[in-house]
């Protein structure tokens, strides 16, 4: 069935450093690829999506670009912040309809002043 | 209000309690979820509803009964829980299960049974 792999962590940077979330997932046909965020005491957040290969999804300075020939996903940021910190999840919705989506176990990033 | 909410936020209750979790969307979605996320576990998958029905149960015990009156609301009753039960339910929504859409979710309800 279909899978995702990532790095769980935990991560702990400096604030500027530069960050990679690494995410590679297994599937058939061509999934949508997602970067969701949770911080401390919240729900997931959508943060960036890429719909097809080759797609680069960003917000609030996260990339992601869907890398078909190596079935990866992974998260960027060239300079993290304090407010960063939180656990970033990784995940994929099969592009047949009810197949539901399948999460990465989630890495958990903290940022120090 | 706008996206998914949920109440209560936080629960307390003791295992003989009854109680239930409301979820409501206001995104015009068709598809409900119930997650479980327990502290170093992935989240779990609990239950799907696809235009009010059901379409997975992804083998949750029957203390848990969920409900869905209409696209827009999800409940998650409770009963006779076991303190393993404290966790964040999360509920959430899509255009449609799978397909490529996307899920959106609410702030969640932390559960402590005691």
């Known amino acids: 069935g279909d899978s995702v792999t990532q790095m769980e962590g935990p991560v702990t940077l400096s604030e500027e450093a530069f960050l990679t979330i690494n995410c590679t997932y297994t599937?058939?046909?061509?999934?949508?690829l997602f970067w969701y965020v949770q911080y401390p005491g919240e729900g997931l957040q959508l943060l960036l999506k890429?719909?097809?290969?080759?797609d680069k999804g960003s917000n609030k300075g996260f990339e992601a670009t869907y890398r078909k020939e190596t079935t990866s996903f992974h998260l960027e940021k060239g300079s993290v912040q304090v407010s960063d910190s939180a656990v970033y999840f990784c995940?994929?919705?099969?592009?047949?309809?009810?197949?539901?989506?399948?999460f990465g176990p989630g890495t958990r990033l903290s940022v120090l002043p | 209000e706008t996206g998914v909410t949920q109440t209560p936020r936080h629960l307390v209750m003791g295992m003989t309690n009854k109680k239930s979790l409301k979820c409501e969307q206001h995104?015009?979605?068709?598809?409900m979820y119930w997650y479980k996320q327990s502290a170093k576990k992935p989240l779990e998958l609990m239950f799907v509803?696809?235009?009010?029905?059901?379409?997975e149960n992804n083998s949750v015990p029957s203390r848990f009964s969920p409900e869905c009156p209409n696209s827009s609301h999800l409940f998650l009753h409770l009963h006779t829980l076991q303190p393993e039960d404290s966790a964040l339910y999360l509920c959430?929504?899509?255009?449609?299960?799978?397909?490529?859409?996307?899920?959106?979710f609410g702030p969640g309800t932390r559960l402590t049974v005691l």
């Open positions: 995940a994929l919705s099969a592009s047949s309809y009810g197949q539901n989506f399948v």
């Open positions: 509803y696809n235009f009010k029905e059901q379409t």
């Open positions: 995104l015009g979605h068709n598809a």
């Open positions: 959430a929504s899509s255009q449609g299960p799978g397909g490529g859409d996307t899920q959106y």
């Open positions: 599937a058939t046909g061509y999934p949508s």
């Open positions: 890429a719909t097809k290969a080759d």
